[in-house]
C-alpha cells in the first residue's frame, strides 16, 4: 500500500521560515517525479515545486521562486520543501505528490496546513 506522510505544517509569522517532509512507503522511490501543491482556500491546487527521480532537477513556480527549495534524500524515501521569507500568499495546505510519469501513475498526500500570519 503506497502512502505519502507530510509534516512540518503550521503557523508562521511573514518572512519566517518552514520546512515540510513527506516520508513515502510502498513503492520504488527512485522512479518517481516527486511534487509539492497547494490549495487555499476559494482557490484551485497548484503545483509549487517538483523534483525528478534519478536527477533531482527541481523546478518551481514562479511565486515561489528563490523562497522554497525541493530535495529528497532516495535513500530514506523522502522528500522536502525548505520555504523560507514566507508570505501571507503562501498560507495553504500543502500536499506532497507521486507520480510515475513513465506509466501515469500518481499518488497524493492528506495534506498539511500551513499558515502565514501577519
Known amino acids: 500500500q503506497v502512502q505519502l506522510v507530510e509534516s512540518g505544517g503550521g503557523l508562521v509569522q511573514v518572512g519566517g521560515s518552514l520546512t515540510l517532509s513527506c516520508a513515502v512507503s510502498?513503492?520504488?522511490?527512485?522512479?518517481?517525479?516527486m511534487s509539492w501543491y497547494r490549495q487555499a482556500p476559494g482557490k484551485e491546487r497548484e503545483l509549487v515545486a517538483s523534483i525528478t527521480g534519478n536527477r533531482g532537477t527541481t523546478n518551481y513556480a514562479e511565486s515561489v521562486e528563490g523562497r522554497f527549495t525541493s530535495s529528497r534524500d532516495n535513500a530514506k524515501k523522502q522528500v522536502i520543501l525548505q520555504m523560507s521569507s514566507l508570505k501571507p500568499e503562501d498560507t495553504a495546505v500543502y500536499y506532497c505528490?507521486?507520480?510515475?510519469?513513465?506509466?501515469?501513475?500518481?499518488?497524493w498526500g492528506q495534506g498539511t496546513q500551513v499558515t502565514v500570519s501577519s
Open positions: 510502498g513503492l520504488t522511490f527512485d522512479y518517481w517525479r
Open positions: 505528490h507521486a507520480r510515475r510519469v513513465s506509466l501515469g501513475y500518481e499518488h
